[in-house]
């Protein structure tokens, strides 16, 4: 850590939808701060809101009331200095996997060169050497997860927020990204905000796990994860481990 | 590697050959019941002609039809109102597909231009453009622009359908990654909108393909002084029932071919989908 700096701040963030005469009240003052450097993972019940939340904190989605502050300024739209994962890979299916990942480039202009070099370096990273050209649908989910992944480091953002990147995938190939991603966080210095409906994947990668409770959904638990780095799926049979993951249900349960 | 145009998108070398392989299965099936079909359909004409009966201006032999189609082709008359009929089906193709997917791409985009727009757009529907034809030839004269006009409004209503289905179909998600990556409403519109709705783009654009031809034969069959309608009424007015079967049949080489075309367009432009289950 860095940075003791807040590169993002939640100000009492309310989201409601219209439905009926009511609305639908997903998000209800939630407020948090993201320090820079930081590893945020989210959890919560299903269909609680944390997609919603995701969207708000990237600009998609204007919040009913309050506000984010990224970077010192007000967001309303989104940022280039936000990547996105998406709950789902979210490929163009026409495009090939190099062609996939080299998308924010080609939209934030960069030369030919530069983004052939940094295709390479990226695909190096997330480990598709020899499926630079393979479609989508020739890709296995969790290939696609890590072309998702790379699309998003690809214009180097400051701020990666990650909506469930490993929800489709089978337990083993899940911790194996979770490594993965652990490694890639710390080389390329970036700050997350991950959601996540494992537990244990939570606690193993965050520095801070954020518990939602059901809609509408506020903050029930913000708990500092103080494990050494870097992590090891060893971890995860410690009782320091047992005692934060058990904290983390508890929450989730009370709700 | 990379490619900065968008038509790139949908050059792709990929490794597998699923799609190809199951397209070579098929012209090479094609390359043996294409001439049989063809052999066993003449053989049917051959004999009917022969022993139903019927007089030659009902039934001309395919001999008979064979040699007006040399004698048209000698005099180049066949070839003048080929071209002819051509240029108009290629025109209203052209002008239907253009302002079909424009107004489409509008109505898929705001709310607004739907509300305002569709009820005429339904109501005109209901108006048969066959019947109007006569009512076009009237507004625009017996030359080629009526014909055009009427092939145009013919291809337009299943284009705009199709255009406004694919705008819709473009995921949500797709958008809202283009979005948090700051792209223009141009590069919306090149790198996610025109591919993704494509394959929809092109079902319309076959349907279009074949529709433009029946307009531009109808057109000239109303009012013409070239072009294979306006053939086939000369046959029929002469009793010249030959002539008759070498318009259609010219008529339908050019559809086939036109098809044919739009299909290998979109073969080309869709290797990128799953190739269809069953192969
Ligand atoms: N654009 C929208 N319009 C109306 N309602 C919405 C919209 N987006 C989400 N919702 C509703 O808000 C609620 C929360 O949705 P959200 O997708 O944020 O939940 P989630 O926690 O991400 O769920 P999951 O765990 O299934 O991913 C749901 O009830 C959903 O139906
Ligand atoms: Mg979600």
């Known amino acids: ?255 | 590697m990379l490619r900065g145009s968008f038509m790139a998108i949908w050059e792709h070398r990929s490794k597998s050959v699923s799609g190809a392989r199951n397209g070579k299965r098929q012209i090479r099936y094609a390359l043996w019941t294409i001439p049989l079909s063809i052999l066993s359909a003449y053989l049917l004409w051959e004999a009917a002609s022969r022993w139903s009966g019927l007089p030659a201006f009902i039934l001309p032999a395919p001999a008979a039809v064979a040699r007006r189609l040399w004698a048209a082709l000698q005099d180049g008359s066949l070839l003048r109102h080929t071209s002819t009929t051509l240029a108009e089906i290629l025109g209203g193709l052209s002008l239907g597909f253009i302002f079909a997917t424009s107004l489409g791409y509008l109505l898929a985009k705001s709310k607004t231009v739907e509300r305002i727009l569709s009820p005429y757009i339904v109501a005109s529907q209901s108006i048969p453009v066959v019947a109007i034809a006569p009512l076009l030839v009237i507004w625009f004269g017996p030359g080629r622009i009526s014909k055009v006009m009427i092939s145009a409004l013919i291809v337009f209503f299943p284009i705009l359908i199709n255009t406004i289905v694919g705008v819709r179909s473009v995921p949500q998600d797709l958008y809202d990654l283009m979005r948090s990556l700051r792209a223009t409403r141009w590069q919306i519109f090149t790198k996610l909108e025109i591919p993704a709705a494509m394959p929809v783009l092109l079902g319309g654009l076959k349907i279009g393909a074949t529709l433009s031809v029946i307009g531009a034969v109808v057109g000239e069959l109303v009012g013409a002084d070239q072009g294979l309608g306006f053939l086939i009424n000369v046959g029929r007015g002469v009793y010249d029932t030959t002539l008759v079967y070498v318009a259609v049949i010219t008529l339908v080489v050019l559809a086939l071919t036109l098809f044919t075309f739009v299909a290998a367009l979109e073969w080309w432009f869709l290797r990128w989908r799953e190739p269809p289950a069953g192969y």
């Open chain 1, 1 to 255: 850590m860095t940075s003791n700096a807040a590169i993002l701040h939640a100000e009492s963030l309310y989201v409601t939808f219209p439905d009926g005469d009511l609305g639908l009240r997903v998000l209800e003052d939630i407020s948090f701060d993201v320090k820079a450097n930081e590893f945020v993972c989210i959890v919560g019940p299903s269909g609680c809101g944390k997609t919603t939340l995701l969207r708000v904190l990237g600009g998609l989605l204007e919040p009913s009331r309050g506000a984010v502050i990224f970077e010192g300024q007000a967001l309303a739209r989104p940022r280039r200095r936000i990547g996105f994962v998406f709950q789902e890979s979210n490929l163009m299916p026409w495009r090939s996997t190099v062609d996939n990942i080299c998308l924010p480039l080609e939209i934030t202009g960069a030369s030919p060169e530069f983004i052939r070099k940094r295709c390479e370096e990226l695909i190096d990273l997330v480990g598709l050497v020899g499926f630079e050209e393979s479609l989508p649908r020739d890709l296995s989910g969790g290939m696609a997860q890590r072309v998702a992944i790379a699309r998003a480091l690809a214009h180097q953002p400051d701020l990666l927020l990650m909506d469930e990147p490993f929800g489709q995938l089978d337990a083993l190939t899940r911790e194996r990204m979770g490594t993965e991603l652990l490694r890639i966080w710390e080389a390329s210095k970036s700050t997350v905000v991950m959601v996540t409906h494992s537990i244990s994947e939570a606690v193993l990668l965050a520095d801070r796990v954020l518990v939602l409770s059901a809609r509408p959904a506020s903050i029930v638990l913000d708990l500092s994860v103080r494990l050494t780095r870097p992590r090891s799926l060893e971890l995860t049979y410690t009782r320091r481990f047992g005692d934060l993951a058990a904290k983390v249900r508890g929450a989730i349960q009370s709700t």
